[in-house]
């Protein structure tokens, strides 16, 4: 509920600003220096918003012509909607370009008449945008009036009309089910209406970080000429959807989730938001998964749907098996009028076997480079045979039943047979009963480093003799005391580090003066994944849902890799990025972080990602490892998840990005995984993780975490049970002492705190 008088909101925001989970709320994160931006960082960041953008209908209207004047309608053309928010959104930005700002640097004629109604009516005190505060931002700002008689003045000299629809969302608040949340208000759409009317062309351009109800396009029938899906696309966004409203970026995107016709065709649509537990009753069939197979007629516009400006054939060269790889090689032949690029999705649809699997699952990706028309190419796509396998319950692992496997992309199709059932990956058993998890994990527990040996005495070890190679690792981890070691497992116990720039999200490592005078240094974290969120300027980079349906891993890696220059410079050592969580639903307040209802297209996504900041010296964290599908009490509520969804589905793409591309960090969630918190979860942050798929970072809790004892050791609660789980490092710290050091079996060992003391230090020698 919103408080309405003044001074109720302002008290109502100075106290969740100060009290929510993330401590760093906006209003003491604005910028008050200035960092360096690089000119790369802004063309690319323009680029990749560019060619984010998706055409969701065009009847020939766009590109519109470099004379053509337009009227644009619909204030988001001034107040757009740049970022989502809350930690993942929240960047000062340099500049930002509104869609206006971009028409006027392109040099567009507009209708200025307009445009001037525009900005009186928004510079009013009534109607100026209410920026909100933590977890209560506007998902919308409410529309300027539209009469028949200002559009039809407008249409007078104008050739078409573009108009801007905006939403957004964030951490802590899911989009409403609602006018002004997932559906239209009557506001915007009698705009539309009256626009339509109007004027012969009228464009839609869709400035959201969320999928919405889009049913309206297809009511609207002829009055709408055509739709471009924009999102939010960073501080470049204006600039960016000028080039394509235009022509000079012909666009490429492609949807990364499907648009159902109605809300309730989602199956996660009965299940999402509920506050104590969500029960992931659609298992496996998420997105597409469940359309194609169960209810093709409630697609709006397919996963993959997007349009471009030329004509594009694709057609199968080979598909041949290597081992457990398949390689594709697809023909592109630009056969329209403009060059442009396209993506390629390649399907699979697997033979019917005894496991009930998806009508098809997309096998491999990949994107042309520019091609002029008449100009063809070839794209060698591979697609690895777990993707396409299923989770079998009885034999615990990934099995590709026997029989055809037909590949096929827009236009083409060819096969592979597979002659006999083949295990393409034996799983370890999760979790049986707290018993059972209680042996394995007394099995695994690890042995004393050093307890008596030379080095355990020898004093004051230094990092430095470590980095040196004078000393091993295991020697200082020997010779750190119980108190040191205990420093490591947590972080520094406050947001906006004094030991890191202004603005950071907090500092693990070398936090006490003990561990620093052994010349232990701290890592700094900033959030993420729009850019840095720190008190001072930084790119603001398109949101993940728009990197993902540029289907271009290149073009993700360099923009990372160009925003690494910059958190260098503000010595940031770690970027809290990228989130990957599955979109399983529209309305998911953080979907914009997200990349997709895909794990393939998340984990390939997030793999860019962490490869562009690493390969620049900035470590990656992707997070929420896992299941933080809702924001609606995602402190609480229990994510219920069978094994072969979370395996095939919510894991997939955590597991693609952690072999693929090794990020230093993983973050965990906030939100129980089937009745465990994750930040207590040994089947996640060890078995799984670190067991089947050899992860050897640091492993760190969202911010903050809920206190619990532990169902399996009796004397085990809050800091002790996760340190036994494998989660390393409480961020941002504190839950004060700490660890409860009882003799075996019981008690944490301090062999399991070196385990953890030994993970970090390796990570910070890494850094130095
Ligand atoms: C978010 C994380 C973020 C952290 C630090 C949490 O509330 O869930 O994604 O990295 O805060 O800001």
């Given at each position: 509920m919103i408080p309405t008088t003044k001074y109720a909101r302002r008290a109502a925001r100075w106290l969740v600003d100060s009290v929510m989970g993330n401590g760093l709320a906006q209003r003491e994160n604005e910028a008050t220096e200035v960092g360096s931006v690089s000119a790369e960082a802004s063309s690319l960041t323009r680029q990749a918003a560019a060619e984010g953008c998706v055409l969701l209908t065009n009847d020939g209207t766009l590109p519109l012509g470099a004379d053509d004047e337009i009227a644009v309608f619909g204030r988001c053309s001034l107040d757009w909607f740049f970022m989502g928010h809350g930690s993942g959104g929240d960047v000062n930005a340099p500049h930002t370009v509104s869609l206006i700002e971009g028409l006027q640097e392109a040099g567009i004629r507009y209708n200025r008449v307009l445009a001037k109604v525009y900005s009186g009516w928004c510079a009013t005190e009534e109607n100026a945008a209410d920026p909100g505060w933590w977890g209560h931002w506007p998902t919308h700002y409410p529309e300027m009036p539209?009469?028949?008689?200002?559009?039809?003045?407008?249409?007078?000299?104008?050739?078409?009309?573009?108009?801007?629809?905006?939403?957004?969302?964030?951490?802590?608040?899911?989009?409403?089910?609602?006018?002004?949340?997932?559906?239209?208000?009557?506001?915007?759409?009698?705009?539309?209406?009256?626009?339509?009317?109007?004027?012969?062309?009228?464009?839609?351009?869709?400035?959201?970080?969320?999928?919405?109800?889009?049913l309206w396009v297809e009511e609207l029938g002829d009055k709408i000429s055509a739709v471009l899906v924009a999102w939010q696309g960073g501080m470049e966004?204006?600039?960016?959807?000028?080039?394509?409203?235009?022509?000079k970026t012909n666009p490429s995107g492609r949807l990364a989730a499907t648009v159902a016709r109605a809300y309730e065709d989602y199956p996660s649509s009965t299940t999402f938001g509920n506050k104590h537990h969500v029960n992931y009753t659609e298992d496996i069939y998420v997105g597409y998964r469940h359309f194609d197979t169960h209810a093709p007629q409630k697609v709006l516009f397919p996963f993959g749907h997007g349009l471009s400006y030329t004509r594009f054939e694709e057609e199968i060269v080979s598909v041949e098996l290597y081992g457990n790889l398949v390689g594709a090689r697809v023909r592109v032949s630009n056969v329209g009028t403009c060059s442009g690029r396209n993506a390629v999705?390649?399907?699979?649809?697997?033979?019917?076997?005894?496991?009930?699997?998806?009508?098809?699952?997309?096998?491999?990706?990949?994107?042309?480079?520019?091609?002029a028309p008449g100009e063809s190419t070839q794209l060698d796509l591979v697609c690895d045979l777990k993707t396409l396998s299923s989770f079998d319950r009885v034999s615990r692992a990934f099995v590709l039943e026997e029989g055809d496997y037909q590949f096929d992309c827009t236009d083409a199709a060819s096969g592979i047979r597979i002659a006999e059932r083949r295990i393409?990956?034996?799983?370890?058993?999760?979790?049986?009963?707290?018993?059972?998890?209680?042996?394995r994990i007394l099995q695994n527990l690890p042995d004393e480093v050093g307890a008596q040996t030379e080095e355990a005495q020898d004093k004051r070890i230094s990092f430095d003799d470590v980095r040196k190679g004078a000393?091993?690792?295991?020697?200082?981890?020997?010779?750190?005391?119980?108190?040191?070691?205990?420093?490591?497992?947590?972080?520094e116990g406050l947001m906006n580090s004094k030991l890191g720039a202004p603005g950071n999200a907090g500092a693990f490592g070398g936090i006490t003066s003990d561990l620093r005078e052994r010349g232990i240094p701290a890592a700094i974290c900033a959030d993420g994944p729009s850019g840095g969120r720190l008190q001072r300027t930084c790119s603001l980079l398109p949101c993940a849902t728009a990197l993902a349906c540029t289907w271009d891993q290149d073009?993700?890696?360099?923009?990372?890799?160009?925003?690494?220059?910059?958190?260098?410079?503000?010595?940031?050592?770690?970027?809290?990025?990228?989130?990957?969580n599955i979109q399983?639903?529209?309305?998911?307040?953080?979907?914009?972080?997200?990349?997709s209802e895909d794990p393939l297209v998340s984990?390939?996504?997030?793999?860019?990602?962490?490869?562009?900041?690493?390969?620049?010296?900035?470590?990656?964290?992707?997070?929420?490892?896992?299941?933080?599908?809702?924001?609606?009490?995602?402190?609480?509520?229990d994510s219920r998840v069978s094994e072969r969804a979370l395996r095939e589905v919510y894991l997939r793409g955590f597991e693609i990005c952690v072999r693929e591309a090794t990020p230093d960090l993983i973050m965990t969630s906030y939100n129980k995984v089937n009745g465990v918190w994750a930040h207590y979860h040994y089947d996640l942050a060890t078995t799984v993780l670190r067991g089947e798929w050899g992860f050897e970072g640091v492993v760190i809790t969202d911010w903050w975490m809920r206190p619990a004892r532990s169902p399996e050791f009796s004397k085990l609660h809050d800091n002790g049970y996760r340190l036994r789980a494998g989660v390393d490092v409480l961020m941002p710290g504190s839950m004060s002492h700490v660890l409860q050091m009882h003799s075996r079996p019981d008690g944490i060992t301090r062999a399991e705190l070196q385990r953890t003391a030994r993970r970090v230090l390796a990570y910070l020698l890494t850094r130095s």
């Open positions: 539209v009469d028949a008689e200002l559009a039809e003045a407008a249409a007078q000299t104008a050739r078409a009309a573009v108009v801007v629809l905006g939403r957004t969302a964030g951490e802590d608040a899911d989009l409403p089910l609602a006018p002004g949340g997932y559906y239209l208000t009557d506001e915007e759409r009698s705009l539309l209406d009256v626009v339509g009317t109007a004027f012969k062309h009228t464009v839609v351009v869709l400035n959201v970080g969320n999928l919405i109800d889009l966004a204006g600039a960016a959807v000028a080039d394509v409203l235009f022509g999705l390649l399907w699979c649809e697997p033979p019917k076997g005894s496991i009930p699997k998806p009508t098809r699952i997309l096998a491999a990706f990949g994107k042309t480079g520019l091609l393409v990956e034996k799983c370890t058993p999760l979790c049986q009963s707290s018993d059972e998890l209680r042996e000393k091993t690792l295991d020697a200082l981890v020997a010779n750190l005391s119980q108190a040191e070691l205990e420093a490591l497992t947590c972080g073009l993700v890696r360099r923009l990372y890799g160009s925003v690494a220059e910059e958190l260098r410079a503000s010595n940031v050592d770690v970027l809290l990025a990228p989130s990957m399983r639903n529209p309305r998911c307040g953080r979907n914009f972080e997200y990349f984990g390939k996504m997030a793999a860019a990602v962490v490869r562009g900041l690493q390969d620049a010296g900035v470590s990656a964290c992707p997070k929420h490892f896992a299941c933080n599908n809702q924001e609606t009490r995602r402190n609480t509520s």
